[in-house]
């Protein structure tokens, strides 16, 4: 009886394999293999650190076929980049929108030498939205109890009743993180729309300072972009911002960080000090000028 419960699970998650092997590819990249799933109907998604930063990009899909790609579009803070591949018949993978449950079982399933890469693990981590070391904003904080090879970065992460939720990436100190299936539609969207992703931009240069007998800190402007929102809105230089949208900014940082995870577009009103006044001043996000 248990051999027959035993044969169940382990059939269970051959069929669950077999189902989702369509949707990924093996990626290659100037001496890099990762894994990738089909997005959308000639568009691959894969991690923006496996892609090499020249080079010629290829793919090859569960059937042996092996396809030039065109790198669309990449988002290092969020380590999402879109490939376009002209030839790709493969069916787009269609992600569960359903919550994640910690403990739940999840199937890793990648691409290696035209065949499944495969892993299982549980879901270790699920916690609210947060910013990745590079200011990306992460709908979702989804951790496996699993250590992810490299060339299985990039694969679908799928459900018991499987159902894709995200893609595996390695993330820092060893962890592996699923990108979840908010965030990639949300940045591959903006990738497929425009080439890049917008980055909210304030326009000034920024300094920790003490403000006042109660040394409390604030921001003080060191520079300002003459065409930048902070300029558009009248902040100069010199002026002190103490709060955004009502919260208190202690440092810089935490300024930043607020101003990574405002859309770009929302009007913000920041308190700021001039010449020992404080006052409201409405900023409009803008994005951040290409270099």
Known sequence: MIATAFADLSNSFADLVAQTAPYVVEVESRRSLASGFVWRDGFVVTPDETLAEEGAVRIETADGTVLDAEVVGRDAATDVALLRVAGLTQTPVAFDKQPVRPGALALIVGAAESGPLV??????????????????????????????????????????????????????????????????????GALAANGR????????????????????????????????????????????????????????????????????????TLEIRRAGATRDVIVTIGDRPER
């Not at 947060?130 to 699993?146: A, N």
């Not at 090879?149 to 993330?171: Q, W």
């Open 119 to 188: 892993a299982h693990a549980m879901v270790a981590v699920v916690g609210p939205g947060w910013q990745s070391m590079r200011g990306g904003t992460i709908d979702v904080r989804l951790e496996l109890d699993l250590r992810l090879r490299r060339r299985a970065e990039g694969s679908l992460a799928v459900n018991g009743e499987g159902a894709a939720f995200g893609m595996a990436v390695r993330g820092p100190r060893g962890r592996t993180l699923v990108i979840p299936a908010a965030t990639i539609e949300r940045i591959a």
């Open 197 to 268: 992703v917008p980055v909210a931009y304030l326009g000034a240069g920024l300094r920790d300072v003490v403000v006042g007998e109660d040394r409390s800190r604030g921001a003080m402007v060191m520079s300002v972009d003459p065409h930048g929102p902070a300029a558009r809105a009248g902040i100069d230089q010199g002026d002190i911002v103490l709060s955004w949208s009502g919260v208190r900014q202690r440092h810089v940082g935490m300024l930043l960080q607020t101003l990574r995870a405002t859309p770009v577009g929302a009007a913000v």
